[in-house]
């Protein structure tokens, strides 16, 4: 038996979202239609409709925001000195999170990944570069994932800037906190080593 067109629809929007297969979709689609009330789904078409309308890129960093630029590139009290890049805006929530780091930030929207036909162009490379020729800034922070891409990008960062002064750091990679080496994979334990610090 089939499912009404509606709820068909509906299931497939849910499978758009990673990680979620037809058994997931199916579940969040029958908890909208058993739990939700008309003003829930009022509420949940004007969020996705908000989202659509006033969400965007930062003119300056490219992280997402509702105003022109964000709100870290106009706080007079961040570090203009320092440029943490990273690979989505979700990135810098975990980031903030921490409260350590004060500095402004620059977000690429992916990494390279020439199997998947993603190259320099595609990120906002070019951008950064406009943004670095600003002589406040004396030091940029890579901060790509420690995947073969993560690392490819770093590295490409590094390259383009290599005839410069400025400071190129990438964030230290190990073992997290109460992790076990048994666990552990070999590109972990080899930053590990290689980050290793005198007691």
């Known amino acids: ?12 929007q849910f499978m758009r979202y990673p990680g979620v297969g037809r058994k997931t979709a199916e579940r969040y689609a029958f908890y909208a239609i058993n739990h939700f009330k008309s003003d829930d789904y009022a509420n949940f ?51 903030e999170q921490t ?5 402004l930030y620059h977000v690429l929207g992916g990494v390279l ?7 320099p162009e595609d990120l906002r490379i070019k951008s ?4 670095l020729k600003d002589e406040r800034h004396q030091e940029l922070i890579l901060a790509t994932n420690l995947s073969d891409e993560g690392e490819t990008t770093a590295k490409y960062l590094q390259y383009l800037l290599k005839d410069t002064d400025l400071l190129i750091t990438r964030i230290a990679y190990g073992m997290p906190a109460g992790g076990n080496i048994s666990y552990a994979d070999e590109m972990t334990l080899n930053k590990a080593l290689e980050g290793r610090k005198k007691l």
């Open 113 to 119: 990944s020439p199997s998947n036909g993603i190259g």
């Open 99 to 103: 409260k350590t780091y004060q500095g």
């Open 45 to 95: 078409i004007d969020a996705l409709r908000r989202v659509d309308e006033e969400i965007e890129p930062c003119n300056v960093c490219g992280n997402l925001t509702d105003v022109q630029p964000c709100k870290i590139c106009t706080d007079a009290s961040r570090d203009a000195k320092s440029i943490l890049v990273v690979e989505q805006s979700k990135d810098i929530i975990v980031i």
């Open 1 to 12: 038996m089939n499912y009404p067109e509606a709820l068909s629809a509906l299931i497939e």
């Open 128 to 131: 950064l570069m406009e943004r």
